[in-house]
């Protein structure tokens, strides 16, 4: 497989435009997350998928964010509209489910993105 | 609620050296703890994990953490340090029994200098 795949790996656009991120997690992963790393914040989960379905959105910023997971094999999260201050490194990561069959997390290269 | 903390947010050792990076965390059900690094540019790659069983595992890269259940800590350790360690270590908790949520919390991160 070849892991966690997240496009583009680097973004820059003007505030007010819309941004989408997007993820491929690796095939079999029942769990898909995604997080938001900067300096002043580290490392922030935003929200997690769970066999495609939204389990915990409670560390989306605002209403400016949301996420989606329409198959098994594809994720987006999006900005509209984008502000300076959503300038980040967004990380996705995907794992299998719990129990026996857990491991850990296995996480994309990131998209680094700017808004000027 | 999970929770990690880490304390010292940098940490510098000459090569050959001890290192020891320090975790605690705070979990309403037995946890399970890893230990990631980052390299510049680059993503999360996993050093070790602690599921169940042995309190002591090792990891890649000569890299071993413990459990310890009493003092709610999983330190990580190398006995000598290399140049190829400068990195930034993140240690991340993941409650997965008795219906918790499943979230993967990640601690703010310790980063690591390797001075010849």
């Known amino acids: 497989d070849a892991g966690v795949i997240q496009s583009p790996r680097h973004e820059v656009t003007e505030m007010g435009q819309e941004v989408t991120l997007r993820c491929k997690p690796i095939?079999?992963?029942?769990?898909l997350f995604w997080y938001r790393q900067t300096m002043m914040r580290g490392l922030e989960l935003l929200i997690y998928?769970?066999?495609?379905?939204?389990?915990?959105d409670s560390g989306m910023p605002e209403d400016r964010f949301s996420a989606k997971m329409p198959n098994a094999s594809f994720s987006t999260l999006k900005i509209q509209p984008s502000e300076p201050r959503d300038s980040a490194v967004y990380f996705c990561?995907?794992?299998?489910?719990?129990?026996?069959?857990?491991?850990?997390?296995?996480f994309g290269q990131g998209t680094r993105l700017t808004v000027v | 609620a999970q929770s990690v903390t880490q304390l010292g947010s940098h940490v510098s050792v000459s090569e050959g050296a001890l290192v020891l990076l320090r975790c605690n965390y705070s979990s309403s059900v037995p946890p399970y703890l890893f230990w990631y690094v980052q390299y510049p540019n680059q993503g999360l790659q996993l050093l070790l994990k602690?599921?169940?069983?042995?309190?002591l595992v090792k990891g890649i890269n000569g890299f071993e953490a413990e459990f310890k259940k009493s003092e709610t800590s999983f330190h990580l350790t190398k006995p000598s340090a290399h140049m190829s360690d400068a990195a930034e270590y993140f240690c991340a908790v993941r409650a997965v029994w008795g219906g918790a949520t499943n979230k993967l919390i990640f601690g703010t991160g310790t980063l690591l200098a390797v001075q010849p």
């Open positions: 602690y599921t169940t069983g042995a309190t």
């Open positions: 990561a995907s794992s299998p489910g719990t129990g026996e069959r857990f491991t850990e997390a296995f």
């Open positions: 998928f769970n066999n495609n379905v939204p389990i915990d």
């Open positions: 095939s079999g992963h029942d769990y």
